[in-house]
């Protein structure tokens, strides 16, 4: 089960209240649809309702995508890992997923993955590509990724080829962690370069005091 708080599990979850609270909670926190998924269906299974219609309707969700969160969940963990996390398993991703599941069953779909991961493969699409449609995806150059991480407070590197670096593991933090302060450093020169030049052209904008000559009294 993907869900790791322990108050989304059936077990700990006794009544109605406290499924809303922590389904709130969930959805603040950003939580994917596919670990929704699996709430939702566990509340279910835990019989707080009887119906998904009566559990959309108490938690303010549609029944559709409450039905399609749901669906979501019939896809293997490891496919799921292997396309870097829950976060991306989008409706369309999901829907795309489930077809060929459909199509080569969990099995072989999921062998499927995995040799596209095996031969290099780590972007979403290309992952698709390989297993999905059946296609070589076309070459692309490695890009390193930086991405927002979910708690909004990180950020995720996503780096091609990871395999190779992992014997470098404390030399690439250490070079991460050089290049990073030197980013700062450049950022804080820009800025003060910035405004170092507004205070230039705010002085030369400033019209120079007109000297008059005072007329003397008669």
């Known amino acids: ?38 709430f939702y269906k566990a509340m279910l299974a835990r019989r707080l309702w009887s119906s998904q219609s009566d559990l959309a309707k108490s938690l ?30 989008s409706f369309r991703i999901g829907e795309l997923l489930l077809e060929a599941i459909d199509q080569f069953g969990d099995a072989m779909f999921v062998t499927r993955v995995r040799e596209a991961v095996r031969v290099g493969y780590a972007a979403v699409d290309d992952i698709l590509e390989f297993a999905v ?16 991480a979910r708690d909004k407070r990180s950020l995720r590197v996503e780096i091609p080829d ?6 470098h593991l404390s030399k690439l933090e250490n070079f991460l962690s050089g290049f990073f302060m ?3 450093a450049e950022l ?22 007109k ?8």
Do not use: W
Not at 133 to 148: E, G, H, K, M, Y
Not at 162 to 167: C, G, S, T, V
Not at 191 to 197: F, L
Not at 199 to 207: E, H, K, N
């Open 60 to 89: 303010g969700v549609s029944e559709s995508n409450l039905s399609k969160v749901i669906g979501l969940t019939r896809i293997p963990m490891e496919v799921v890992e292997a396309i870097g996390g829950p976060e991306h398993i």
């Open 188 to 209: 804080v020169g820009k800025k003060a370069a910035a405004a170092e030049s507004v205070r230039r052209r705010l002085r030369t904008d400033v019209p120079a005091a």
């Open 162 to 167: 990871l395999d190779q670096l992992l014997p």
């Open 133 to 148: 449609f059946d296609r070589i995806p076309r070459c692309t150059p490695n890009i390193v990724r930086v991405r927002l």
């Open 1 to 38: 089960m993907i869900i790791t708080d322990p108050k989304t599990t059936s077990r700990t979850i006794p009544n109605r209240v406290t499924a809303i609270a922590v389904h709130t909670r969930m959805r603040e926190n950003g939580s994917s649809h596919y670990e929704l998924g699996f």
């Open 211 to 218: 000297v008059g000559t005072r007329k003397r009294p008669a």
């Open 182 to 184: 030197m980013f700062k």
